[in-house]
C-alpha cells in the first residue's frame, strides 16, 4: 500500500462528490475521475478504459427530483481499485463496481434526508437576508458528503489491495462467476446507451444510426496495408482499420450534424421571411 496514493484518493473523491452536487463542473463524470484515478493509482491506461466504458454504462442515467440513480464516483473508484491494484479484468471490475454505486446511492440519499432536517436553517437565514447562513448549511452538506466518500475511497483501496491475491484466487477457482461479472459488465454499457437513445432519439433519426453500424462493419474489414510475403511470394493485407473505424464514423457524423444544423436554421429563417410576408399581404 502507497501512504500517497490513499491521501491523493482521498483528496480527490472528496472534489468528485462536491462537484456532482454542488460544481457541476462534470469532474465527477467518469471519464474524467477515472483517469486521474488511474493516475494517481500508477496505470492511467486503465483509467481511462474503465472511465470510458463506464460513461458509456451510465450516460443516460441522471438525477430526477429526490431519486438518484447508482453513485458513478463510489463505482469509478472501486472500478478502477480493481482493475488495477486487484488484476482484475476491466468488464468483471464494471460489473463488479456496479454494488458498490448502489452502496454510494445509498450514501447520497442518507446524507440528503440528514440534510432535509437542515432546510429550515437555510429559510430562517434566507429570510433574514443572511447568505452567510445560507452558504454555511451547503458547506456542510458538502463536508458531510465529500467526507464519506473519501472514507469510502480509502476502504476500498486498502480491501482491493489487501485482497488482491484472494480476488484473484476467486476468479481462478470460480471462473464461471467471474465470466457472469465479465457478461454482465460488458452489456451494462449496452444498456446505459439503451436508456440515452430512448429518451433522446427522434423517430427519424434511427436510419443514420443503423447506417453507423453498418458504417463501421464495412470499415472495419478494410485493410490499413499490404505486406509482402518473402516466402510466398504473395502480398497479403497486413491489418484492419478497426481502430480507424470510430474516427472515421466520427468525421462523417459530424459532417452530418453540421448538414442537418445548417439546413434546420434555413428553414427556421424561411418560414420566419414568408410568416413576415403574409402578416404584410394581409
Same mark, same amino acid.
Given at each position: 500500500?502507497?501512504?500517497?496514493?490513499?491521501?491523493? =484518493?482521498?483528496?480527490?473523491?472528496?472534489?468528485?462528490?462536491?462537484?456532482?452536487? +454542488?460544481? /457541476?463542473? &462534470?469532474?465527477?463524470?467518469?471519464?474524467?475521475?477515472? &483517469?486521474?484515478?488511474? %493516475?494517481?493509482?500508477?496505470?492511467?491506461?486503465?483509467?481511462?478504459?474503465? $472511465?470510458?466504458?463506464?460513461?458509456?454504462?451510465?450516460?443516460?442515467?441522471?438525477?430526477?427530483?429526490?431519486?438518484?440513480?447508482?453513485?458513478?464516483?463510489?463505482?469509478?473508484?472501486?472500478?478502477?481499485? =480493481?482493475?488495477?491494484?486487484?488484476?482484475?479484468?476491466?468488464?468483471?471490475?464494471?460489473?463488479?463496481?456496479?454494488?458498490?454505486?448502489?452502496?454510494?446511492?445509498?450514501?447520497? /440519499? =442518507?446524507?440528503?434526508?440528514?440534510?432535509?432536517? @437542515?432546510?429550515?436553517?437555510?429559510?430562517?437565514? %434566507?429570510?433574514?437576508?443572511?447568505?452567510?447562513?445560507?452558504?454555511?448549511?451547503?458547506?456542510?452538506?458538502?463536508?458531510?458528503?465529500?467526507? @464519506?466518500?473519501?472514507?469510502?475511497?480509502?476502504?476500498?483501496?486498502?480491501?482491493? /489491495?489487501?485482497?488482491?491475491?484472494?480476488?484473484?484466487?476467486?476468479? *481462478?477457482?470460480?471462473?464461471?462467476?467471474?465470466? $457472469?461479472? *465479465?457478461?454482465? $459488465?460488458?452489456?451494462?454499457?449496452?444498456?446505459?446507451? !439503451?436508456?440515452?437513445?430512448?429518451?433522446?432519439?427522434? +423517430?427519424?433519426?434511427?436510419?443514420?444510426?443503423?447506417?453507423?453500424?453498418? +458504417?463501421?462493419?464495412? @470499415?472495419?474489414?478494410?485493410?490499413?496495408?499490404?505486406?509482402?510475403?518473402?516466402?510466398?511470394?504473395?502480398? !497479403?493485407? +497486413?491489418? *484492419?482499420?478497426?481502430?480507424?473505424?470510430?474516427? @472515421?464514423? !466520427?468525421?462523417?457524423?459530424?459532417?452530418?450534424?453540421?448538414?442537418?444544423?445548417?439546413?434546420?436554421?434555413?428553414?427556421?429563417?424561411?418560414?420566419?421571411?414568408?410568416?413576415?410576408?403574409?402578416?404584410?399581404?394581409?
Amino acid at each position: 500500500m502507497n501512504i500517497i496514493q490513499i491521501i491523493l =484518493l482521498a483528496v480527490v473523491t472528496f472534489i468528485f462528490a462536491i462537484d456532482q452536487f +454542488s460544481l /457541476t463542473e &462534470t469532474l465527477y463524470r467518469p471519464i474524467i475521475s477515472c &483517469t486521474i484515478i488511474g %493516475a494517481i493509482l500508477g496505470n492511467m491506461e486503465i483509467g481511462l478504459l474503465v $472511465g470510458g466504458t463506464y460513461e458509456i454504462m451510465v450516460i443516460g442515467n441522471m438525477p430526477v427530483g429526490g431519486a438518484q440513480p447508482p453513485n458513478v464516483i463510489i463505482a469509478g473508484v472501486a472500478g478502477c481499485i =480493481l482493475a488495477i491494484k486487484a488484476n482484475m479484468e476491466v468488464n468483471a471490475a464494471l460489473g463488479t463496481a456496479v454494488i458498490f454505486s448502489i452502496f454510494g446511492q445509498y450514501v447520497v /440519499t =442518507l446524507v440528503f434526508t440528514f440534510m432535509a432536517g @437542515l432546510m429550515s436553517k437555510a429559510d430562517k437565514a %434566507a429570510a433574514e437576508a443572511n447568505p452567510k447562513g445560507i452558504a454555511q448549511v451547503n458547506y456542510i452538506s458538502m463536508v458531510i458528503l465529500g467526507t @464519506l466518500f473519501a472514507v469510502i475511497s480509502i476502504l476500498c483501496y486498502v480491501g482491493g /489491495t489487501a485482497m488482491a491475491d484472494t480476488l484473484q484466487q476467486i476468479a *481462478t477457482d470460480y471462473s464461471w462467476f467471474t465470466a $457472469g461479472l *465479465t457478461a454482465a $459488465g460488458g452489456m451494462m454499457k449496452f444498456v446505459g446507451f !439503451a436508456i440515452l437513445m430512448k429518451i433522446m432519439m427522434a +423517430s427519424d433519426l434511427w436510419g443514420f444510426l443503423l447506417a453507423g453500424f453498418a +458504417s463501421a462493419i464495412i @470499415l472495419s474489414y478494410i485493410p490499413t496495408g499490404f505486406a509482402f510475403n518473402a516466402e510466398a511470394g504473395s502480398v !497479403a493485407a +497486413s491489418g *484492419t482499420m478497426s481502430g480507424v473505424a470510430l474516427l @472515421l464514423l !466520427a468525421f462523417i457524423g459530424i459532417c452530418i450534424a453540421i448538414y442537418d444544423f445548417m439546413i434546420n436554421i434555413k428553414i427556421k429563417e424561411n418560414a420566419g421571411s414568408n410568416a413576415g410576408g403574409m402578416s404584410d399581404g394581409i
